[in-house]
């Protein structure tokens, strides 16, 4: 009985320090993870766990390299790449801008850079007529989600991890992510392709269009032309590294023989491992930008994706430290209560993983939590990269993406709902993870 109430306590306090995090996010996640954290071993005797270092170093090696890109103007060059693609097809907008926003969110590893698109989303979609809230919730859930298909997101990082010692290679994983992805963002392009009246037609629109606050709806955009050439092509130089890092990662993970091998003492031969790989590469091609476009050190990491990225580290520490510690405790007991789940219908651990996601708000910390339990109780590694998109359940409840784009909206047709959860992004959310889920599942079976 002491051991059940035990059992209880620990759980609560589990499920009250992620619940607290997560109200705060980022920082916040991590802060609490570590409270709870102290509680599980000083308070109940737990033996903490290992934090995933691995998983950390690599989130780090990428948010190091990815802010010395932003550094270099990479990231802003890029963001004006997509602004011409959106107005070259306007009256296109619903389904070009997800998929626009998503590329550059699978290039980089990152959904910060998609941010800097959305104004120009809900300002072509203005200027074409279309109901902006069509094309700004189809972009900020794929961009969300589209971390999944990334090889240099942190999500992915995580699960690259968590599945090496199932021998999971990167490209195993994004052989099954990048078609899911790809079939799930246009199903979901088409979920909100008529959703709503049309733009001349909404309610709102109307109002402010009387009131005389439509002429202020275009956002003023100006380009700078007499930008020096020189300094344009160390902007493409950079892009184009991390592009040569990528691929470096993606060309040893795909032909595996190309990676160094050594033979212990006892015999056995150890090939790099793929973390390393990411880590080693990422970080060199930080130094190659930053020695070939003559980047100043203080823009290292003056950017945003480096305040960014490393308060999503700090998240995935406290909060995976924290669900490490109490997994690691009753290890045993999960593994006999999850298998039978795992014998006779394993996608139900994807609603474990959405629930989780949205109570976290980290996919990457969400990996690191569970994808090792869901292999650890049966279930084949392959399939819990099918349900790798459940770990996006974080646009549950409205964050700052969401948030944001709603004054970026000045239609007023984008709305966050008087109820929480009705809001624009509930339904082109749970579309993108259902059809990426069984998009992912059937890839999975042909396999």
Known sequence: METDLNFWLQLFTVAFCIGLGGRYGGVGLGAAGGLGVCILVLFFGLKPSSPPVSTILIIVAVIACTSILQGAGGLDWMVKIAERMLRRWPKAITFVAPFVCSFFVIFVGTAYVAFAVYPVVAEVATQARVRPERPIAASVIS?????????????????????????????????????????????????????????????????????????????????????????????????????????????????????????????????????????????????????????????????SVFRAGLIGVVGVFGISWLTGTFFDGYHDQFVSLFKTMAESTPLLFGLVLFFFSAVILSPSATVVALMPLGAAIGIPPLLLVALYPATCGDFLIPGGAQIGCCSFDRTGTTHLGSWVLNHSYLLPGCVHVITGVAAGYAIYCML
């Open 143 to 303: 961009a969300g989600i589209a971390v999944v298909a990334s090889p240099m997101s942190a999500a992915t990082a995580a699960l690259v991890a968590s599945l090496s010692p199932y021998n999971v290679s990167l490209l195993d994983i994004l052989m099954i992510s990048v078609p899911a992805f790809i079939i799930a963002t246009a199903a979901t392009c088409l979920s909100v392709y008529w959703r709503g009246t049309e733009l001349e037609d909404d309610p709102e629109f109307k109002r402010r269009v009387a009131e005389g606050d439509f002429e202020d709806l275009v956002l003023s955009r100006t380009d700078d032309k007499n930008a020096k050439s020189s300094g344009l092509n160390k902007v493409r130089l950079s892009v184009a590294i991390f592009a040569m890092g990528v691929a470096v990662v993606l060309l040893l993970g795909f032909f595996k023989g190309l990676l160094p091998t050594w033979t212990t003492p006892d015999g056995r031969t150890i090939t790099l491992p793929i973390p390393s790989l990411i880590q080693m590469v990422m970080l060199a091609c930080g130094l190659f930008i930053i020695v070939a476009c003559k980047i100043p050190p203080h823009k290292f990491a003056d950017g």
